[in-house]
Structure formats: structure tokens, C-alpha cells
Nanobody
């Protein structure tokens, strides 16, 4: 049974917006960092944004998305992680993955991963 299930991907024109969601189906990940990563064809996986669950919910963003993307999470019964993506650019096109139980934007530190949701931005 998948622990992290993403949704919300799709196709949009440059300048548009999308909101990704990731539902933790079996664990709450309280006290754990959660993050969004992306990988475009032929490129390495890139950390996009990360958030902790504690007071003030510290966040981290890659320079390429800072000011355009916003990460948030709902720590209710089933933790839901969100990524609001505004002013999208063609270079944002990638498969986006939800990850949990790692540290900041270090992909190698994350132990739990979703299957990914495709985001395509046309010019």
C-alpha cells in the first residue's frame, strides 16, 4: 500500500498555476520534514521545497522556485502536503515527487516517496 499519494499535476500554459497535493495514507509524519522534488527527462532529481511540522513550520525553497511556489501542510489525521505553483515556466516541466522523513532538500536523506505526478508547462 502506497504511503504517499500525489495528485494535481497536469498541463498549463506559462504564467499559469497548479496546486499539487500529497496525502500520507498510513503515517502522519509529525515531527518529520516533508518535501517536493522534481525530475525532468535527462536531468537529476532536484529539491523544490521542504517543510517541517513543528512550530512555525520552517520551510526551504530552491532558488529556482523561490517567490513563485509555496509549500504547506495540514497535520490533521492524514497529513496532506501541498505545493502551490504560480507563474509557472516551461522549465518547471517535470515529474514532481512527494517525499517524507528526510532533511531539508537533501533527496538522499528521504526514505518515503510517492509515485509522482506530471507537470507540463507550455510556452
Amino acid at each position: 500500500q502506497d504511503e504517499l499519494v500525489e495528485s494535481g499535476g497536469g498541463s498549463v500554459q506559462a504564467g499559469g498555476s497548479l496546486r499539487l497535493s500529497c496525502v500520507a495514507t498510513t503515517l502522519t509524519y509529525r515531527g518529520k520534514w516533508m518535501a517536493w522534488f522534481r525530475q525532468a527527462p535527462g536531468k537529476e532529481r532536484e529539491g523544490v521545497a521542504a517543510i517541517w511540522s513543528g512550530d512555525g513550520a520552517p520551510t526551504r525553497y530552491s532558488d529556482s522556485v523561490k517567490g513563485r511556489f509555496t509549500i504547506s501542510r495540514d497535520n490533521a489525521a492524514n497529513t496532506v502536503l501541498y505545493l502551490q505553483m504560480d507563474r509557472l515556466k516551461p522549465e518547471d516541466t517535470a515529474m514532481y515527487y512527494c517525499a517524507a522523513a528526510g532533511f531539508h532538500l537533501d533527496s538522499g536523506s528521504y526514505t518515503d516517496w510517492g509515485q509522482g505526478t506530471q507537470v507540463t508547462v507550455s510556452s
